[in-house]
Structures are given as structure tokens and as C-alpha cells.
């Protein structure tokens, strides 16, 4: 796995835990909405990763999961813009690649979080 997988895998997991919030403890979703590692769907039908942050926005936790997924979704705009959308084989040390680290340090207690991946500072 290298860093890019590391960050994607992480938010994937962030956006199932603003969910689990929701359904768990303060539901406002209908008993019609699932959303697992395979996908999301509403009504049994399947929707985008756009539509189910739409879905979120109208009948969700305003406040806090609106929130979460607007902020993955901020992490993966920051991966694409410092990383690219190619990057395999591509050295920690590529401009850019700084932010990609920084951001997994988020995540530093995470078993598979690498420690070369760590920014130290100058």
C-alpha cells in the first residue's frame, strides 16, 4: 500500500464512521438508506458518492456529518491537486507530496501508517 492508497482508504473510513454516527446514536436517515464498504444506496437503489453527500446535506446531521463528508471530500481535492491523479512510483520527496504526508499524519496511530511518510520539521 503506498501513501495515496493509505489517505483514500482513511477518509473511505472517516466518511463510514460520520455515517455509523448517524444510523447509530442520532438517526435522521430513513430505515431506506445503506451504506457499506461495497456502496451506498437509498431506496435500494445505488447512488454516487455526490448524491449521497446531496442526500446528507438534505436529511442528515447538518452540523457534524455534513461536515465530516465535506471534509473528506476536501482531503481528496487536496490529494488530487498535490498529488495528481497518477501516483504510482511517485517519490515522497515529488513537490507536492508534502502535503499528501502531512495529511496521513492524521493517522499516524493506524496500523498500516508507514513512518517514512511522517513530516519532520526542518
Keep these: 500500500m503506498d501513501l495515496i492508497d493509505f489517505l483514500e ?17 442520532n438517526k435522521r436517515f430513513p430505515n431506506t438508506l445503506a451504506h457499506t464498504i ?7 437503489r ?14 442528515g ?27 504510482e512510483g511517485r517519490s515522497l520527496a515529488a513537490p507536492g507530496m508534502a502535503v499528501c504526508r502531512q495529511l496521513a499524519t492524521i493517522y499516524a496511530d493506524h496500523p498500516d501508517f508507514v513512518d517514512e511518510w511522517r513530516v519532520t520539521p526542518a
Design 9 to 25: 482508504e482513511r477518509i473511505a473510513d472517516d466518511e463510514r464512521a460520520a455515517v455509523s454516527y448517524v444510523m447509530a446514536g
Design 38 to 44: 461495497e456502496g451506498t444506496t437509498i431506496d435500494g
Design 46 to 59: 445505488s447512488v454516487t458518492d455526490a448524491e449521497f453527500t446531496a442526500y446528507l446535506a438534505e436529511h
Design 61 to 87: 446531521e447538518r452540523r457534524v456529518d455534513a461536515r465530516a463528508m465535506a471534509e473528506c471530500e476536501a482531503k481528496r481535492g487536496l490529494i488530487r491537486l498535490f498529488a495528481g491523479t497518477s501516483h
